[in-house]
């Protein structure tokens, strides 16, 4: 079951469907080396889950500043994680579908958010981004 919130347009944006979908894949892969390599596992879910709440955090926080900052986080959680990925292929910890279809994801999601973040950024300059949660005057 998928928890949604109201208001929260992040989870509308692919790179962040793509984010969720990557830690759920390296939740479940990783659970079949678990016990042979602990603090690999620990690492690479680690990265997993901040690529991914990073972004609800800085966009949370309310400026397109924050936000920009936090997009650029996660982005450097996935790289190290994918890093880790390239390690577990080379050591046979995971399958060449498995690696296959992360690294699909790894791409989409860094394609898609450095787009994004082309426009926050341009939003930012423009002064069109909205804080969350607030309301225009009508």
């Known amino acids: 079951m998928k928890l949604r919130r109201i208001g929260a347009t992040y989870e509308k944006l692919k790179f962040y ?6 830690r759920r894949l390296i939740y479940i892969i990783t659970e079949r080396f678990r ?4 603090k690999l596992v620990s690492q690479m879910q680690d990265a997993a889950r901040s690529a991914k709440q990073n972004i609800r955090e800085g966009y949370k926080r309310g400026t397109a500043g ?11 959680s996935l790289e190290e ?8 292929m080379e050591d046979n910890l995971i399958t060449m579908q498995e690696f296959n279809k992360l690294s699909e994801l790894f791409r989409s999601a860094d ?14 300059r423009n002064g069109t981004w909205k804080v969350p949660g607030s309301r225009t005057k009508k």
């Open 17 to 22: 469907q793509d984010i969720c979908k990557i």
């Open 35 to 38: 016990k042979i390599h602990p």
């Open 81 to 88: 994680l994918s890093g880790d990925v390239e390690d577990c």
């Open 111 to 124: 394609y898609l958010s450095s787009r994004y973040l082309e426009s926050l950024y341009e939003m930012e």
């Open 66 to 76: 924050e936000f920009i900052h936090a997009i650029k986080i996660s982005q450097g």
